[in-house]
């Protein structure tokens, strides 16, 4: 059975977006579904995305969608392989900061990963639960 991501483009358009080249979104998507099931130990997986209450689903498909453009728009800096540079007096680090999180090789925005944590999903406590 192949993944399905938790948004499809469809669902992408109708929740606003408009980041995502139309012939991308479905990559995006999927790897930033893939990216949530990380940060959330695979209990989607585990459980199906079904079994979540509908709060969870919302929450999981907003921060999805926020993710898939976070990753689209900072491509090349998450891909990079060097932690730091400077060039000509200016200089940029890559990890985490104060609005950026990072887990698992995983970057977020700081405010998405924490929409995330309120469905519960995050705590690494409730693992096997």
Same mark, same amino acid.
């Given at each position: 059975m192949a993944y399905e991501p938790y948004v499809t483009p469809e669902e992408y358009a109708d929740f606003g977006g408009?980041?995502?080249p139309e012939a991308e979104a479905a990559r995006f998507l999927r790897q930033a579904s893939r990216h949530v099931d990380s940060l959330t130990?695979?209990? $989607? /997986?585990?459980?199906?995305?079904?079994?979540?209450? *509908? #709060?969870?689903? !919302? $929450? /999981?498909?907003?921060?999805?969608?926020?993710?898939? *453009? #976070?990753?689209? !728009?900072n491509a090349?800096?998450?891909?990079?392989?060097?932690?730091?540079?400077?060039?000509n007096?200016?200089?940029?680090?890559?990890?985490s900061s104060w609005n950026v999180f990072t887990d698992k090789g995983i970057a977020m925005r700081r405010d998405v990963y924490a929409m995330l944590c309120q469905t519960g999903l995050c705590c690494r406590l409730a693992v096997g639960r």
């Open positions: 408009t980041v995502l130990y695979n209990r $989607m /997986v585990g459980q199906g995305f079904s079994g979540l209450t *509908e #709060f969870q689903r !919302e $929450m /999981v498909k907003e921060v999805v969608c926020r993710q898939a *453009e #976070f990753e689209y !728009e090349d800096e998450i891909d990079t392989i060097l932690q730091s540079y400077s060039i007096g200016v200089s940029a680090q890559f990890g």
